[in-house]
């Protein structure tokens, strides 16, 4: 059968386009490595100082943002469990399965925008991993990293599948014991009084930790549709990514509270630990699979407009762009663009979610180049858009003005204890389900 493992031969591979039926290998262990080691990324030590200081509030309590950080963690993988299993029970990757939401010409705008980001994030990815690695050895050396991380990523995309059994196998014990090694490094100067700060900006330090997880789930079908089941994969994403992200996090959080000086160089203060150089290492090296999931997901993206493309022939071109883009492009401007993007989404899967669980109950979800898109279910999605604007607008200078200009015609005036994914999440939600009700309460 397609769908067994067969590691004699060291096991099936994803289809090369979407006219192919998806073997689906991967067990629960298989996905929780997965997801655990796309939750381990070395921007989650650096974006802990926006959960203990979040966007100019008074600093939280590490009580405080411990617990937002756990409570963020597993909202936001509870969506990324959630969004994954649809894919598992149709065997349609992520933008496909937004056919059944909003027809197949309806897909084309998320489509499309989920290109971008993952474009984006993949050079964000490569980046991050050249510095990294240019830390260690030499900043004359970022060039060749660049180009050497993305040609490994695209190499990975090539074999996706076979990635993930050899993150299982050998990877996730690597970087388990690189981990421990730095929790012990920092832990050993002390922690000072967990309660010393405030709770203010509680649900804004646990919107960070949210967001994280939930920019995943534009992926997620992508992954489990290869999953032996919903429930594996379910469970795969949401026990890999909220244990990994926390721990990620919470490395950051203590490093910030006891090792990091007023420069607040989080990976410098890693890096001059004893050995850490070592553990360092191994962590740049795991980096490479947040690229090659960016690389592998623009390519199966891609497909949603022509099913007969290779994501071979896909995932090479997308590689080259995200070095070339590497090499050139101002990637700390760039990632608040990408950031903007991602808001979309949150929203987005909400309608997604509830249609598919609760109102369509997994029955009639249409996949097919002929699916047809129910335009009232724009509704929610533009408001739940619009509400997490209205909390957060970002950074980018022109769209935080045309939003405060919203917020002022509206006498919205948003609060510290607002979370805009939350909030985005729930006007999306609500009104998603009550359409799904009125639907069936009207004869036509």
Known sequence: MATVLDRSVGGVEAPTTLLEPPPQPLTLLDQAALWGNLGISLTLPVAAAFVLAPFGLPRLSLAAALTATVVGALLGSVVLGLAAVPGAQTGAPAMVLLRGLLGRRGSYLPTGL?????????????????ESAARLTGGHLRWLYVVLAGGLATAMALRPLGLVRTLRRYAV????IATAYLFTQVLRHGL?????????????????????????APLAGDYSRHSRSGRAALGGALLGFATASAAYFALGLFALATIVGRDGDV?????????GAVALAILVLDEVDEAFANVYSTAVSTQNFSPRL?????????????VG????????????????IG??????????????FLVRRGSGWDVGPRARGRRLLLLPWVLGFAAYQLVNPGTVSWWVRGWARVAELAHFHPQSWMSASVLSFTVAAVLTGALGVAGRSDPR
């Open 267 to 275: 990976l410098g203060a890693l890096l001059a630990v004893p050995a």
């Open 310 to 322: 290779d994501r071979r022939v896909l995932a090479v071109g997308v590689g080259a762009v995200a």
């Open 192 to 216: 000072p009084p967990l309660g010393r700060g405030s709770w203010t900006g509680f649900w804004p330090a646990a919107d960070v930790v949210i967001a994280i997880a939930v920019s995943w």
């Open 114 to 130: 989920n290109i971008v980001q993952c474009i984006g994030w993949a050079t964000v990815e490569v980046v991050i991993i050249a």
């Open 343 to 356: 808001s979309v989404f949150v929203p987005l899967f909400a309608v997604l979610l509830v249609d598919y």
């Open 325 to 340: 883009l590497g090499l050139v492009v101002d990637i700390a401007a760039y990632e608040q663009f990408l950031l903007l």
């Open 173 to 176: 014990w690597v970087v388990l």
